[in-house]
C-alpha cells in the first residue's frame, strides 16, 4: 500500500487526502451524521449546537468508552472540526470538503502532532479514511487483520517522513 500522508514537521500537521465518486453531501453524511459515521469509525451523541457530542469508537479491537468531542468549526457540508482529549492525547482534527465535476475531495488535517507517534497515528488515519471510503461506496471495509498486515507496516514511512532537528 502507498502511503498518502504528508506531514509537515515545522508546522507539526498530518494532512491526508481521499476522493469519492459521490456528492459532497454523501460524504458530509458519512462524517457529521451519528448512522453513517458508524459505519466506520464510531457514534456520537448529544446535541452539537452546545458545541460538544460524546463519540464512542467502534471500530476497535477492545470497546472504548465514550469522549467528549468539542466542535470548533461545523459549516455543513465543506468542513468539520473538532478536538479530544482522550488516553492517547490531544487530538485536532479538521476535515475540509469540496466538489468538482462529480468528484468530493476530502481532506483530513491533524495539528498538533507528536513526531514521535507519527508512525502511529499516519497508519491509523489511513485505515480509517480507507474505511469510510469503503462506507460511503459500499465497498468491502478494512477490517481489524487488515490493519495489522497492510496498514501497520507502514509506521516505517511515517517515522522517515520526519526530519531531524539540526
Excluded at 51 to 57: A, L
Excluded at 62 to 75: G, L, N, Q, S
Excluded at 107 to 115: G, K, N, R, S
Amino acid at each position: 500500500m502507498t502511503l498518502t500522508g504528508r506531514f509537515d514537521g515545522a508546522q507539526q500537521t498530518l494532512v491526508l487526502t481521499r476522493q469519492f465518486t459521490t456528492t459532497i453531501d454523501d460524504v458530509w453524511a458519512s462524517i457529521a451524521e451519528s448512522d453513517r459515521l458508524s459505519r466506520w469509525f464510531g457514534t456520537w451523541t448529544g446535541d452539537p449546537s452546545t458545541g460538544t457530542v460524546s463519540v464512542t469508537m467502534n471500530a476497535e479491537a477492545e470497546p472504548m468508552p465514550a469522549v467528549p468531542y468539542e466542535i470548533r468549526r461545523c459549516e455543513p457540508p465543506k468542513a468539520l472540526s473538532v478536538r479530544v482529549t482522550d488516553e492517547y492525547g490531544t487530538w485536532s482534527l479538521t476535515a475540509e470538503l469540496t466538489a468538482v465535476d462529480g468528484t468530493t475531495t476530502l481532506v483530513l488535517t491533524q495539528e498538533d502532532v507528536d513526531a514521535e507517534t507519527l508512525e502511529q497515528t499516519g497508519p491509523g488515519w489511513e485505515w480509517y479514511l480507507d474505511r469510510l471510503v469503503a462506507a460511503v461506496h459500499a465497498d468491502r471495509m478494512p477490517t481489524l487483520e487488515d490493519f495489522e498486515t497492510i496498514y501497520a507496516p507502514m509506521s516505517r514511512e511515517y517515522a522517515a517522513l520526519v526530519q531531524p532537528t539540526v
